[in-house]
């Protein structure tokens, strides 16, 4: 039924919902990695593919982490992710990618990958926009394994939601194996049960695609196979699927491009879930498949199969300026929050910086130090809006209140929804829906004889860039 064209996405998603783990490994297993593209570009929640960045360095350096991070929005992704290196950094990465993204390009969404309650604390004080780390596994004893239940991770979605935060569940191929309770049963068999787990937790989307266990389904007969299933599964089930291509698993440039085509060329809904904005040297996430010397490979791989891989080239002068712009409306808002200063020399260093090899040192304590006070002072991304308005950068601080007012309409909590530049929610969309908006377009067109007046609400506004 997938690969009829006359089959309409939402019959197929109709049955996948009611049938059972075991029965959707046995439809998927009756397909090859061709056939399972083809239902990829089907069966995907949003039709405008995107993907995540990993923004991270070694040295928690927040100069960097806000260079990088605007480079990285600049050259097109929709969402950021970082962690730390040192726990107790974790809030000051955090408002370094938030201030970057949104000096690259207004509505990139940022989260900062932590312990599970300190992720969500920082969502709620608005240092934070999304989260995607809540890992679940397909066999109980994982579970119990890491103090968790079907139900706890359940509790915690609805924590996000109830917050009008949008998150997604994380799982992947192997990760019961690696854990060494997978009980004799099939990985990808596993995976699809997490992916039922999600759905039932009426969770938006999963981050899957074997994630950081990769290198266990690549050392297998298949397994890169299998990974391109798992985020088929995803997507027959209505999720967002953020299809990983983070984590390195090879040395070799053949073995790890041919695992990304599988999702690069159908599109998915974040082709990476990952790709480091950084050297690899850098990337605190154990290093991803592509980094930022492959820039300029990706861009001419859309432009030789022309598709849309979810970034775009950026001259030199812009990435310039963008980085120095992040770094001095950094170097404001730590200085109106009283943060231990950023200096004009680190801001020199950031805009031209490859890695953090090229940054001169922070004082690590300091840092450490006025993260905590910054917590135990109940600062909010309220204070950062503040802040960088009393600091003269008020475009950078329009752009992060307009996230925080996100929050309470909720639009970004629908399955796979993304900004544009205008903050217009772009999600996922059923074909029955696109119809009908196109169909009051004409009759708009007839009425008033000016069509762009149908445009001048968000909502439809995200929809026509959907279509066209």
């Known amino acids: 039924m997938m690969l009829t064209p006359s089959v309409p996405r939402e019959e197929i998603v109709k049955i996948c919902k009611s049938i059972t783990p075991a029965k959707m490994l046995e439809v998927v297993s009756c397909m090859n990695v061709v056939e399972m593209m083809q239902c990829m570009q089907k069966m995907r929640a949003r039709r405008t593919m995107a993907n995540q960045a990993h923004v991270t360095n070694v040295n928690d350096n927040?100069?960097?982490?806000?260079?990088?991070?605007?480079?990285?929005?600049?050259?097109?992704?929709?969402?950021?992710?970082?962690?730390?290196?040192?726990?107790?950094?974790?809030?000051?990465?955090?408002?370094?990618?938030?201030?970057?993204?949104?000096?690259?390009?207004?509505g990139v969404l940022t989260q900062c990958s932590l312990e599970e309650a300190t992720e969500l604390e920082l969502g709620m004080r608005g240092f934070t926009a999304y989260a995607e780390t809540i890992s679940v596994y397909g066999t109980e004893?994982?579970?119990?394994?890491?103090?968790?239940?079907?139900?706890?991770?359940?509790?915690?979605?609805?924590?996000?939601?109830?917050?009008?935060?949008?998150?997604?569940?994380?799982?992947?191929?192997?990760?019961?194996?690696?854990?060494?309770?997978?009980?004799?049963?099939?990985?990808?068999?596993?995976?699809?049960?997490?992916?039922?787990?999600?759905?039932?937790?009426?969770?938006?989307g999963?981050?899957?695609?074997?994630?950081?266990?990769i290198g266990i389904p690549a050392a297998v007969p298949s397994g890169i196979r299998a990974v391109l299933a798992e985020n088929l599964v995803a997507a027959m089930l209505d999720l967002e699927c953020a299809s990983s291509n983070d984590q390195t698993f090879s040395h070799s440039d053949l073995r790890r491009t041919a695992r990304t085509l599988m999702q690069f060329a159908p599109g998915t809904d974040f082709i990476c879930s990952g790709y480091s904005s950084t050297p690899n040297y850098d990337n605190m996430f154990a290093?991803?498949?592509?980094?930022?010397?492959?820039?300029?490979?990706?861009?001419?791989?859309?432009?030789?199969?022309?598709?849309?891989?979810?970034?775009?080239p950026a001259r030199e002068e812009e990435v310039v300026a963008v980085r120095n712009k992040a770094a001095r409306a950094l170097q404001a808002l730590f200085k109106a929050l009283g943060l231990p200063p950023i200096t004009d020399q680190e801001v020199e260093?950031?805009?031209?910086?490859?890695?953090?090899?090229?940054?001169?040192?922070?004082?690590?304590?300091?840092?450490?130090?006025?993260?905590?006070?910054?917590?135990?002072?109940?600062?909010?991304?309220?204070?950062?809006?503040?802040?960088?308005?009393?600091?003269?950068?008020?475009?950078?601080?329009?752009?992060?209140?307009n996230l925080l007012k996100q929050k309470i309409s909720g639009d970004y909590l629908q399955t796979s929804a993304i900004f544009d530049r205008d903050f217009n929610v772009i999600l996922r969309l059923t074909i029955e829906m696109t119809i009908k908006v196109l169909a009051q377009v004409i009759v708009w067109k007839v009425k008033i004889g000016n069509a762009l007046k149908i445009f001048q609400t968000p909502l439809i506004h995200g929809i026509y860039k959907e279509v066209s």
Not at 70 to 92: D, K, N
Not at 181 to 187: I, T, Y
């Open 62 to 106: 927040p100069v960097q982490i806000a260079a990088d991070a605007a480079e990285g929005a600049l050259r097109g992704f929709a969402e950021e992710e970082t962690t730390v290196a040192v726990a107790r950094y974790a809030p000051l990465n955090a408002i370094s990618l938030l201030v970057g993204s949104q000096c690259g390009r207004p």
């Open 141 to 204: 004893d994982v579970f119990t394994d890491g103090d968790d239940t079907p139900w706890s991770k359940g509790f915690l979605a609805s924590a996000y939601a109830s917050r009008g935060l949008k998150m997604r569940f994380t799982s992947g191929t192997g990760s019961e194996v690696q854990m060494g309770q997978a009980e004799g049963k099939s990985m990808l068999y596993l995976e699809i049960r997490c992916l039922y787990i999600t759905k039932g937790a009426g969770v938006q």
């Open 206 to 213: 999963i981050q899957n695609g074997s994630v950081s266990c």
């Open 287 to 312: 290093g991803s498949n592509w980094d930022a010397e492959d820039y300029d490979d990706w861009t001419v791989i859309q432009r030789d199969l022309k598709v849309n891989g979810g970034l775009i």
């Open 349 to 401: 260093a950031a805009t031209y910086a490859n890695g953090s090899k090229d940054m001169p040192p922070r004082d690590k304590v300091a840092d450490i130090k006025a993260a905590q006070d910054l917590l135990n002072r109940g600062v909010t991304g309220v204070d950062f809006v503040k802040g960088l308005a009393k600091e003269g950068h008020t475009d950078v601080a329009q752009s992060i209140l």
